[in-house]
């Protein structure tokens, strides 16, 4: 097991247009972001395990991690006074990521056991990830100057392939349907509400080693809720 944190700083930018008296045009960059974490490697042995061949232990580790960029292209246009649609496409360069390096602290066979040595400097993680589309469409209904109702459906591509999928990223393409309303309090203030249901795809993770092997088949679902208010200074 493996736990840690930094912080890291990257940066957005957009550029919105109307392209018609209903249409507006909005592109957006996300920046990549570069973490260097300080971690540690939590190692915990199974019962009856001698301690001279691996112990349990705690060890300090550094694990090196950049987000990947994205480029955002979103179109929203009004049908009429009460009536918009939104469509959107983001681009993500998951390929940028193609492996997890992490770096422990040398550990001798006394602190770890025989087997210690396998901790020792840069353990590698193949990813083999590949860049992603993620397709939006959604709408928002005015009833009346207070009320508006709004729905959406998202598809969103995994970066995993079926070679570099693991138990740590059983990800699979994933579709997200989203419902929600609006109402205005004040002319200053608004609360929303949402609701949105996440359903991945099934997925097979096979992976084995001279230690053994693993074989499992992934289906994961969620249920998403989300309450906000906006004031207006």
């Known amino acids: 097991k493996v736990s840690g944190d930094d912080t890291a700083v990257g940066f957005n930018i957009g550029v919105l247009f109307n392209a018609t008296d209903s249409t507006r045009v909005g592109l957006t960059y996300h920046s990549k972001v570069d973490y260097k974490l300080g971690c540690h490697t939590q190692v915990s042995t199974g019962a009856g395990t001698p301690p001279q061949l691996l112990a349990s232990n705690r060890y300090d580790c550094t694990l090196k991690v950049a987000t990947p960029e994205s480029y955002d292209l979103s179109v929203t246009h009004a049908l009429s006074d009460a009536w918009t649609l939104y469509t959107s496409a983001t681009w993500t360069g998951w390929s ?75 990800t699979g393409d994933r579709q997200i349907f989203s419902v929600g309303a609006g109402y205005d309090v004040t002319p200053q203030l608004t609360l929303d509400v949402a609701y949105s249901y996440l359903q991945e795809e099934s997925v097979d993770v096979s992976r084995a080693n001279a230690l053994g092997s693993y074989s499992a088949t992934y289906k994961s679902h969620a249920s998403l809720f989300g309450v906000g208010a906006t004031y207006r200074f």
């Open 96 to 170: 940028s990521m193609q492996d997890l390096s992490l770096r422990n602290q040398p550990v001798s066979a006394a602190q770890g056991g025989s087997l210690a040595s396998a901790l020792t400097g840069s353990i590698q993680e193949g990813l083999n990830w590949h860049d992603t589309w993620a397709y939006a469409v959604g709408t928002a209904y005015r009833l009346d100057p207070q009320w508006v109702l709004r729905a959406g459906l998202m598809f969103d591509q995994s970066p995993t392939s079926n070679t570099g999928r693991s138990p740590r990223t059983p």
